[in-house]
């Protein structure tokens, strides 16, 4: 892929002042920066050597469908690099991640625990070796098969002529805010917000039935907050200092979910590899995953009671439109 529309929208967005910026100045350099990272990364991911590199991979693809999906309006993509092929790509990588997510948790938790405790570990360890060497099999195939090979040419395709619906020529100020909004109101219609611990169980357990309850709904929180944290990532600089506290505070919930999430795949694959009775043959392993959930649960918890506020809410709402504010006061 040559360089010179790269350099065309830099320069775009270089003379700022000379003509308005467009959201299509915004998209180009997002979706380009997904596909040259995936690219630079798969060499590492078929030698793998290095775990972070299937991982780094796994966040681009994430990105990157974030982005068609939050923009397919005012995209003209062909099919091979829609939501659809990207998300079966991104799952098959997923897998792999998972194990090597689900390893580290596992050795952090493994550390000091009672001798019986450590012989079911074994058997556990020995599982995830297994299936991931089965996985990663998978990960080397896929990247060879033609779909694939289509994916990377249909956005290779994309990058080098880019085809947009007229919306996206227009000034940022003036189309930002319907971009982001919906996406913002998505999050907040979310039942998770509004779980409440039962107050008559002690704190740790009272985590441990919300998750068995509400694990689902509180799953799907955290992909739409991730939704809205990676299309806000995009545009801090079109909006004041304010902008950067939200787009931390939704980083933060998408880690605390991912914590979490990460401790219920642990515990789901516990008791594949060991029956139904798991907890009660590792009772010091679930005691420190129940610990880890509430102490991420109380982090948690300020933030939802923050974000439950509608004052909170209309200020986010009222800051995502303030470009139109402006234009409209000029």
């Known amino acids: 892929m040559g360089t010179t529309i790269v350099d065309r929208d830099l320069t775009l967005l270089q003379q700022a002042n000379h003509q308005p910026v467009t959201l299509a100045d915004y998209i180009y350099p997002a979706i380009q920066k997904q596909y040259v990272t995936i690219l630079t990364l798969e060499a590492d991911v078929l030698a793998d050597d290095d775990l972070e590199a299937v991982h780094q991979m796994r966040v681009s693809l994430r990105r990157l469908r974030s982005q068609i999906q939050a923009f397919g309006s005012i995209l003209d993509i062909p099919r091979v690099m829609g939501d659809k092929p990207i998300g079966k790509i991104a799952r098959i990588l997923g897998k792999v991640r998972d194990l090597d997510v689900l390893q580290d948790n596992f050795k952090t938790y493994r550390v000091d625990l009672p001798d019986a405790e450590q012989i079911y570990l074994e058997k556990v360890a020995a599982t995830i070796i297994k299936r991931r060497r089965k996985d990663i099999l998978k990960v080397k195939l896929m990247l060879e098969e033609r779909d694939y090979q289509y994916f990377k040419l249909g956005l290779n395709n994309w990058l080098n002529n880019p085809q947009y619906m007229p ?138 009671h923050q974000y439950r506020q509608s004052a909170t809410k209309r200020e986010l709402q009222l800051l995502l439109i303030q470009d139109i504010i402006h234009n409209s006061d000029g």
Request: charge should be positive; glycine fraction near 6%; charged fraction near 25%.
């Open 167 to 304: 919306t996206a020529r227009l000034e940022i100020g003036s189309i930002l805010p319907d971009l982001i909004l919906p996406v913002v109101g998505q999050v907040f219609l979310n039942p998770g917000w509004w779980f409440d611990l039962d107050l008559g169980l002690e704190p740790e357990s009272a985590v441990t039935q919300m998750l068995a309850i509400h694990g689902e709904t509180l799953h799907s929180l955290r992909k739409q907050v991730k939704a809205i944290r990676y299309l806000m990532e995009m545009f801090p600089d079109r909006y004041p200092p304010r902008y950067r506290e939200y787009l931390k505070d939704f980083k933060q919930i998408h880690q605390l979910f991912g914590n979490i999430q990460d401790n219920i795949v642990l515990d789901e694959f516990i008791r594949k590899a060991l029956g139904k009775r798991a907890a009660t043959k590792l009772p010091t392993l679930y005691d420190r995953m129940a610990r880890s959930n509430y102490l991420n649960w109380q982090t948690w918890q300020p933030l939802q």
